[in-house]
């Protein structure tokens, strides 16, 4: 199994024989320069989303067509993506699992918001979501764009997730600090990757203050296409 960071909150993950994009934002990431998009994309079976925001849905659902491939995701805006563009979609809710082929994909609940713009204003497509992604012996937890939340901790005791991957930037989602909370006190996790993070100096730039707060837990700072492999 192989976890790739894709940059910000995206990754691939090769898993079960699938090659999932999570939240695969291409056009306009500071941290995937274009000639990376090929590779990053290539043999993709199915995309993750978590929420409609512009760094995580810009490139959907063109990018779907594109690649031919279904975009899995809540319901509603599964609904009026198939229904206004044509995709090809598995809509879903929180507590659903879905089977994509081998691959067990569990949705779960995130605190955040969702949103895309409009020429009458943002429009709501449904809520946030993560996900727990389980397959070859390993369960992962994506969290989406979230804080923490007491929900975690139902999370764990259902799934019991040895690699985490939470969204540690700060500002727009928990920080370093709040992630270490929320992993060692819900969770326990073999393995941590930080995401939505370094993007922009808005955010922070460093996991040090996350390695700090969870020791004996494998804390891997990811490298943009370069694989993790489990």
């Not at 659903?96 to 409009?118: E, I, K, N």
């Amino acid at each position: 199994m192989n976890i790739i960071w894709l940059g910000h909150g995206s990754f691939r993950i090769e898993i079960g024989g699938q090659v999932l994009l999570i939240d695969p934002w291409l056009t306009g990431n500071p941290m995937l320069p274009e000639e990376s998009h090929a590779a990053a994309t290539q043999g993709a079976t199915h995309i993750l989303l978590t929420h409609a925001h512009f760094d995580h849905a810009a490139d959907l659902p063109d990018l779907g067509k594109r690649l031919g491939v279904p975009i899995v995701g809540q319901y509603d805006l599964m609904g009026w993506w198939e229904e206004t563009k044509g995709s090809e979609v598995i809509g879903f809710n929180k507590g659903g699992t879905v089977d994509l082929g081998g691959v067990a994909v569990t949705m779960v609940h995130a605190t955040h918001s969702s949103s895309f713009g409009g020429a009458e204003g943002p429009h709501v497509p449904g809520t946030e979501c993560g996900y727990m992604i389980a397959g070859e012996g390993h369960v992962i937890y994506v969290s989406g764009d979230t804080d923490v939340m007491a929900d975690m901790k139902v999370f764990n005791d259902l799934h019991a997730p040895d690699i985490g991957i939470l969204c540690a930037g700060g500002h727009f989602t928990m920080d370093m600090k709040r992630a270490a909370y929320a992993a060692k006190t819900f969770f326990e996790f073999k393995t941590v990757i930080p995401c939505h993070y370094k993007t922009f100096p808005l955010l922070e730039q460093s996991a040090a203050a996350l390695a700090e707060g969870l020791p004996g837990v494998n804390v891997i700072e990811p490298e943009v296409m370069k694989p993790l492999t489990f």
